[in-house]
């Protein structure tokens, strides 16, 4: 459903995405972006998507298949492509076999009140369930609403600019994550002007993240203007994390710093707490590859003695940075 005007789609009921993965295989439609597929791809101008019912992905099958074959291609459940002027709220998506949704190339984009839950019966997890995936996107909100899932709350991908999330209740993610950026020979990627507020994040793998690329033979690009604020995180495994040595080892981020610059970062208000001892890490890449990184207003503790905030390359400002150590550097 690509190139509609003036649509207004009222979902009621359940719209179920029948499990056949041969059928999938050969007729999801196909987003180059990390090679996915879509059950559903929607586009134009002037859409609104409303009316309460449910879009399931029946993802168990999926999530079993995915276990004995990693090359499998899991359909997300709704991709918002080439559009302006969109409007999805109050519906509910459950269990899609991947992400539950990308907005691809859209600019005025508005979600509100969605309700996702992905979640496995099997000892098969829903593996990469990402709430949203926000890509080479412009002017994108998503507020008021409630995750359970495997993987990104929220995923601010490359290009993704001017976005607001705010409101959210998140449970199981990998937390709200600008990235990973920097991947691809060749390319930059830019992630700029972003608010993530509001965000309750309970037994999640992380909270506030960002994550880049450094190596031989990566990408380039910046993150710039990005706001992490009014934080609650119970059993958060890394509640605060900058990782500019993403998927890199500490040696080859030595002689081969990012290439992706972040820039001008606010953690505001920030409570909680983490699974472990670390409750912030922002690790830079050696180079000065980061600059204006601003930490206010933390209340982090650990389960078992004293909450420890770690940093390596970087100054940090703000009235939180008094407990952080001297930052080392490599």
């Not at 080439?82 to 190339?105: D, F, G, K, R, T």
């Not at 996702?116 to 593996?127: D, G, L, R, T």
């Not at 995180?233 to 981020?253: F, R």
């Amino acid at each position: 459903m690509t190139g509609l005007s003036d649509k207004h789609i009222n979902l009621q009921g359940t719209l179920r995405f029948n499990p056949d993965i041969p059928y999938w295989t050969g007729n999801a439609f196909f987003i180059p972006f990390q090679t996915q597929v879509t059950f559903w791809l929607l586009g134009g101008k002037n859409i609104i998507l409303n009316g309460g019912g449910t879009l399931d992905g029946v993802g168990q099958p999926w999530y079993d298949a995915f276990a004995t074959n990693s090359s499998l291609l899991r359909p997300i459940i709704l991709t918002v492509f080439q559009a302006s002027n969109v409007l999805v709220e109050n519906i509910n998506m459950v269990n899609s076999p991947e992400w539950h949704n990308l907005v691809n190339e859209g600019t005025d984009v508005i979600y509100n009140n969605i309700n996702i839950n992905a979640v496995s019966n099997s000892s098969h997890s829903a593996k990469n369930t990402d709430g949203w995936n926000v890509y080479r996107s412009d002017r994108v909100t998503i507020s008021n609403s409630v995750i359970v899932n495997g993987d990104d709350c929220v995923a601010f991908k490359p290009n993704a600019t001017n976005v607001l999330v705010t409101n959210l209740d998140c449970t199981g993610s990998h937390g709200i994550s600008v990235g990973s950026l920097g991947q691809f020979a060749g390319m930059f990627d830019i992630v700029e002007n972003v608010l993530a507020k509001n965000i309750k994040m309970s037994n999640a793998a992380n909270g506030a993240r960002i994550k880049a690329w450094a190596g031989q033979n990566v990408g380039s690009g910046i993150v710039k203007n990005v706001t992490f604020e009014n934080f609650i995180e119970s059993k958060v495994d890394n509640p605060v994390v900058i990782d500019q040595c993403y998927m890199t080892s500490a040696a080859a981020c030595t002689q081969f710093p990012s290439n992706t610059i972040i820039q001008d970062i606010w953690f505001n208000n920030i409570s909680g707490t983490s699974t472990g001892s670390v409750v912030a890490s922002l690790a830079c890449s050696p180079g000065g590859r980061c600059s204006d990184i601003n930490v206010n207003d933390f209340n982090l503790s650990s389960p078992t003695g004293a909450a420890k905030f770690t940093c390596q390359n970087v100054n940090l400002t703000g009235d939180a940075a008094s407990l952080f150590p001297a930052c080392t550097l490599t």
